[in-house]
Protein backbone atom coordinates (compact mmCIF):
# COMPACT_ATOMS: atom_id res chain seq x y z
CA UNK A 1 0.00 0.00 0.00
CA UNK A 2 1.26 3.40 -0.83
CA UNK A 3 0.21 6.44 0.98
CA UNK A 4 0.07 9.74 -0.80
CA UNK A 5 -0.39 13.13 1.76
CA UNK A 6 -1.54 16.09 0.47
CA UNK A 7 -2.48 19.84 1.76
CA UNK A 8 0.45 21.17 4.17
CA UNK A 9 0.54 24.64 4.15
CA UNK A 10 1.30 27.84 6.07
CA UNK A 11 -1.58 28.77 8.04
CA UNK A 12 -2.18 31.87 11.00
CA UNK A 13 -3.30 31.30 14.73
CA UNK A 14 -7.29 30.23 14.14
CA UNK A 15 -7.02 29.39 10.52
CA UNK A 16 -7.98 26.09 9.32
CA UNK A 17 -6.39 23.43 6.95
CA UNK A 18 -7.44 20.38 5.35
CA UNK A 19 -4.94 17.60 4.71
CA UNK A 20 -5.66 14.74 2.55
CA UNK A 21 -4.01 10.88 2.24
CA UNK A 22 -4.82 8.62 -1.02
CA UNK A 23 -4.17 5.18 -0.76
CA UNK A 24 -3.14 3.02 -3.74
CA UNK A 25 -1.78 -0.86 -4.41
CA UNK A 26 -4.52 -2.12 -1.71
CA UNK A 27 -7.80 -2.71 -0.08
CA UNK A 28 -8.09 0.76 1.56
CA UNK A 29 -11.34 -0.01 2.97
CA UNK A 30 -9.92 -2.95 4.90
CA UNK A 31 -7.88 -0.42 7.13
CA UNK A 32 -7.59 1.59 9.92
CA UNK A 33 -5.81 4.88 8.97
CA UNK A 34 -4.37 7.23 11.35
CA UNK A 35 -2.65 10.49 11.82
CA UNK A 36 0.25 11.46 13.29
CA UNK A 37 2.42 14.65 13.38
CA UNK A 38 5.99 15.48 14.75
CA UNK A 39 7.65 18.05 15.85
CA UNK A 40 11.40 18.88 15.55
CA UNK A 41 12.70 17.71 18.31
CA UNK A 42 10.04 15.89 19.51
CA UNK A 43 8.62 11.91 19.53
CA UNK A 44 5.79 11.24 16.28
CA UNK A 45 2.70 11.45 18.35
CA UNK A 46 -0.85 10.08 17.58
CA UNK A 47 -3.45 12.42 15.92
CA UNK A 48 -6.22 10.50 15.05
CA UNK A 49 -7.69 7.60 13.97
CA UNK A 50 -10.70 6.25 11.97
CA UNK A 51 -11.57 2.67 11.74
CA UNK A 52 -12.99 0.84 8.63
CA UNK A 53 -16.37 0.90 9.91
CA UNK A 54 -15.83 4.79 10.70
CA UNK A 55 -15.11 4.34 14.79
CA UNK A 56 -12.99 7.15 15.34
CA UNK A 57 -10.19 8.16 18.03
CA UNK A 58 -9.07 11.23 18.66
CA UNK A 59 -5.96 12.84 21.06
CA UNK A 60 -7.01 15.21 23.55
CA UNK A 61 -5.12 17.55 22.29
CA UNK A 62 -6.91 17.93 19.23
CA UNK A 63 -10.17 16.70 20.11
CA UNK A 64 -12.98 19.52 19.34
CA UNK A 65 -10.45 21.11 16.85
CA UNK A 66 -9.79 18.25 14.77
CA UNK A 67 -12.15 16.06 12.07
CA UNK A 68 -11.01 12.78 10.60
CA UNK A 69 -13.27 11.27 8.13
CA UNK A 70 -12.73 8.81 5.08
CA UNK A 71 -14.38 8.32 1.52
CA UNK A 72 -14.00 4.46 0.56
CA UNK A 73 -14.83 4.77 -2.79
CA UNK A 74 -12.08 7.51 -3.49
CA UNK A 75 -9.31 5.35 -1.12
CA UNK A 76 -8.95 8.73 0.74
CA UNK A 77 -8.86 9.72 4.40
CA UNK A 78 -9.12 13.42 5.61
CA UNK A 79 -8.18 15.55 8.54
CA UNK A 80 -9.61 18.65 8.32
CA UNK A 81 -8.15 20.65 11.07
CA UNK A 82 -9.56 23.65 12.67
CA UNK A 83 -8.82 26.38 15.08
CA UNK A 84 -4.97 25.87 14.66
CA UNK A 85 -2.50 27.48 16.96
CA UNK A 86 1.31 27.42 16.75
CA UNK A 87 1.61 24.38 19.01
CA UNK A 88 0.20 21.79 15.80
CA UNK A 89 2.90 22.98 14.01
CA UNK A 90 4.75 19.58 12.71
CA UNK A 91 4.87 17.27 9.95
CA UNK A 92 1.48 15.73 9.72
CA UNK A 93 1.81 11.63 8.61
CA UNK A 94 -1.22 9.42 7.80
CA UNK A 95 -0.53 5.40 8.08
CA UNK A 96 -2.68 2.29 7.66
CA UNK A 97 -3.31 -0.26 9.56
CA UNK A 98 -4.83 -4.01 9.52
CA UNK A 99 -4.70 -4.21 13.40
CA UNK A 100 -6.99 -2.99 15.75
CA UNK A 101 -4.56 -0.75 18.15
CA UNK A 102 -4.61 2.74 16.52
CA UNK A 103 -2.49 4.84 19.21
CA UNK A 104 1.14 3.86 18.37
CA UNK A 105 3.78 4.51 15.36
CA UNK A 106 4.38 1.08 15.67
CA UNK A 107 0.60 -0.05 14.85
CA UNK A 108 0.40 0.41 11.72
CA UNK A 109 2.24 -1.33 8.63
CA UNK A 110 2.03 1.52 6.05
CA UNK A 111 3.62 5.20 6.21
CA UNK A 112 2.92 8.58 3.74
CA UNK A 113 5.64 10.88 2.97
CA UNK A 114 4.69 13.47 5.29
CA UNK A 115 2.85 16.77 4.52
CA UNK A 116 4.22 20.45 6.72
CA UNK A 117 1.94 22.47 8.50
CA UNK A 118 2.96 25.88 10.03
CA UNK A 119 1.38 28.02 11.91
CA UNK A 120 2.26 31.49 12.81
CA UNK A 121 1.47 33.25 15.68
Known amino acids: VQLQASGGGLVQTGGSLRLSCTAS????????MGWFRQAPGKEREFVKA???????YSADSVRGRFTISRDNAKNTVYLQMNSLNPEDTAVYYC????????????????WGQGTQVTVSS
Open 25 to 32: GGSFSDYL
Open 50 to 56: ISWNDNR
Open 95 to 110: AASRRKYYRRPLDYDY
